[in-house]
Nanobody
Framework: QVQLVESGEGLVQAGGSQRLSCAAS????????MGWFRQTPDKEREFVAA????????TYGDSVKGRFTISRDNGKNTVYLQMNSLKPEDTGIYYC????????????????????WGKGTQVTVSS
């Protein structure tokens, strides 16, 4: 069992920065791949970023490459998403996800299923 709790909800001006956190707990939380998705009411789920359990590999969605950075602190079982140069289209609910076996390069695939999800945190970017 793994529980995921996101934090970092807030309102940010376009061009600004914000950091999201996802804290994992449970008996398997130290050896799982983790990442982020986002959702708006009129769009499909969109992949944002993922990182391997060791932190040695990362991957990003095309829309955030060069602006967002994912990292993790295994001592705290926490994954971070540093968001820079934010745009209004980055607005949405950001969900933390985790999986014990799925290759992070498959996280972008439509319909991919994940073992664990957080409840989400709202990010609003104003123009």
């Amino acid at each position: 069992q793994v529980q995921l709790v996101e934090s970092g909800e807030g309102l940010v001006q376009a061009g600004g920065s914000q950091r999201l956190s996802c804290a994992a707990s449970g008996p398997s939380s130290s050896s799982i791949n983790m990442g982020w998705f986002r959702q708006t009411p009129d769009k499909e789920r969109e992949f944002v970023a993922a990182i391997t359990w060791s932190g040695g590999s990362t991957t990003y969605g095309d829309s955030v490459k060069g602006r967002f950075t994912i990292s993790r602190d295994n001592g705290k079982n926490t994954v971070y998403l540093q968001m820079n140069s934010l745009k209004p289209e980055d607005t949405g609910i950001y969900y933390c996800a985790a999986d014990s076996s799925m290759d992070i390069w498959n996280w972008v695939l439509p319909g991919a299923e994940f073992e664990y999800w957080g409840k989400g945190t709202q990010v609003t970017v104003s123009s």
